[in-house]
């Protein structure tokens, strides 16, 4: 007895990653978004600026980061560190990682899953909706540290 469906016995059809899936995602919800030249697909989810991108030699690793750019000081990096990594600690995903931009600090949130054999249209939607719903509530929970940054 196996422990796994073949795709086909699954009833919804897997099929590659690309841009074009995405924006028809994006416009079933009726979401704005823009296109890059080399297929990325950005937009902004309250407040924040999130970038849909693929890697990988196949363009099958589908990677989602939204950033944190409040304008908090230099002097505040160690500090806001701390707070990533207590976000890390307590949820799966995302991921917050920590840089300056322009002397100043950007907290990015990444999410990121190898779609090497292809997903279904729902995952797709899931995947696309996970990282957004879940990026927000990590740089809304930074805003809540910063709240004076956070009204800039």
């Known amino acids: 007895m196996g422990y796994f469906m073949k795709p086909e016995e699954q009833g919804s059809e897997l099929a590659p990653l690309t841009t074009g899936r995405v924006t028809a995602c994006m416009d079933a919800h009726n979401w704005h978004y823009e296109v890059a030249e080399d297929g990325d697909v950005g937009g902004w989810w309250d407040g924040f600026w999130f970038v849909f991108s693929f890697r990988g030699k196949?363009?099958?690793?589908?990677f989602t980061h939204a950033v944190w750019n409040r304008g908090v000081p230099m002097d505040e990096f160690t500090q806001v560190v701390l707070y990533a990594n207590e976000w890390n600690a307590e949820h799966l995903w995302p991921m917050l990682s920590v840089r300056e931009r322009d002397e100043q600090i950007a907290?990015?949130?990444?999410?990121?899953?190898?779609?090497?054999?292809?997903?279904?249209?729902?995952?797709?939607?899931?995947?696309?909706?996970?990282?957004?719903?879940?990026?927000?509530?990590?740089?809304?929970?930074?805003?809540?540290?910063?709240?004076?940054?956070?009204n800039n």
């Open 107 to 150: 907290v990015l949130a990444d999410f990121s899953v190898d779609y090497s054999y292809g997903l279904t249209d729902e995952q797709l939607d899931l995947h696309i909706r996970c990282a957004i719903d879940t990026m927000v509530s990590a740089l809304t929970w930074m805003d809540t540290k910063y709240p004076t940054y956070a």
């Open 58 to 62: 196949s363009k099958e690793i589908f």
